[in-house]
């Protein structure tokens, strides 16, 4: 089993940064690839960013690359993501997840997750 909370998010201005943080808590962290994913209002949840447990490559949604940067610090069971640039339409509830997956081919897929935080709210105002 794992715990997932994430903390960062808040109300920002267009251009602004954020750095959101989620800590684990429960099984091994180093033994999961992380994400993000997130929820626009009355949108799909949609994938964002992650990380893989094997050795720490990322994958970004299209939409993200060169403003987002996911890591990961497994001595503090702790995965960042880091967001610059912020437009209004990256408002939505941000949410990290574990997955056992080491390829790309699952861990960019929610399907593929097995734990999940409660998520927390961005929102860009323009």
């Known amino acids: 089993q794992v715990q997932l909370v994430e903390s960062g998010g808040g109300l920002v201005q267009a251009g602004g940064s954020l750095r959101l943080s989620c800590v684990s808590s429960g099984d091994t962290f180093s033994d999961y690839s992380m994400g993000w994913f997130r929820r626009p209002p009355g949108k799909e949840r949609e994938f964002v960013a992650a990380?893989?447990?094997?050795?720490?490559?990322?994958d970004y949604a299209d939409s993200v690359t060169g403003r987002f940067t996911i890591s990961r610090d497994n001595a503090k069971n702790t995965v960042y993501l880091q967001i610059n640039s912020l437009k209004p339409e990256d408002t939505a509830v941000y949410y990290c997840?574990?997955?056992?997956?080491?390829?790309?081919?699952?861990?960019?897929?929610?399907?593929?997750?097995?734990?999940w935080g409660q998520g927390t709210q961005v929102t860009v105002s323009s």
């Open positions: 997840a574990a997955s056992h997956y080491s390829d790309s081919y699952y861990y960019t897929k929610g399907a593929w997750y097995d734990y």
């Open positions: 990380i893989s447990w094997s050795d720490s490559s990322t």
